[in-house]
């Protein structure tokens, strides 16, 4: 080894050093939200809490980590589950069939669920100690009654679209922190949709729950890994 040699081989030793060293500070920085970033409080209602018509496990434990994070967001959007009654979605609208069975509809495959946040009903308001009192808009999803919607940019037939993704853009949004109810349907739609929009996007596990059927979490985020969306924690964002 040559004097150049060995002086390329002591830095590139002294790099590793010092970027294995840098590894932890990188870990613990936070992520600040700003003017251009929104949350999205996802179907965080009475219909998918512990007493509600389909209840997601502990779904109500979402509720003080949201409040918490909002805090940190000058932008906030909350969303609701909107059903008229006798909805496609819901397993009393076909004889026979019961909830959690599936049945094919115009758009595809469609998961039948218990009769749930109906149009108005004490079941689809929002939950009592949700406080969000600078949400500037709350946008409502699966009203069309022969079409789902668990995303809150496009329903099941994946045509229609609710208009939160003009509403985002006209207002300058670039970064999208989805959390709410339940991590496998409703947040993870809503999260890669608006990857698919075109924004940033996170998704802060702990402000999540989900549903579970047949692996259905796991498959979530893979499937939303895949599309770039971010998985984070509330302690990763900075108040
Ligand atoms: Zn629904």
Redesign the pocket.
Known sequence: MNLTQRRTFLMSIAAAAAGSAALPLRAAAKIKPDAASVLIAVDVQNCFVTGGTLPVAKGEEVVPVINRIAAAFQNIVVTQ?W?TAGHA?FASSYPGKKPFETTSLKYGTQVL?PD??VQGSDDAALHKDLKLPTAQLIIRK?FHKDV?SYSAFEEADRKTVTGLAGYLKARGIKTVYVTGLATDFCVAWTAMDARKAGFEVYVVEDACRGIDLNGSVAKAWKDMTAAGVKRIQSADIEA
């Open positions: 589950d059903h979605s669920w749930h946040c699966g789902d």
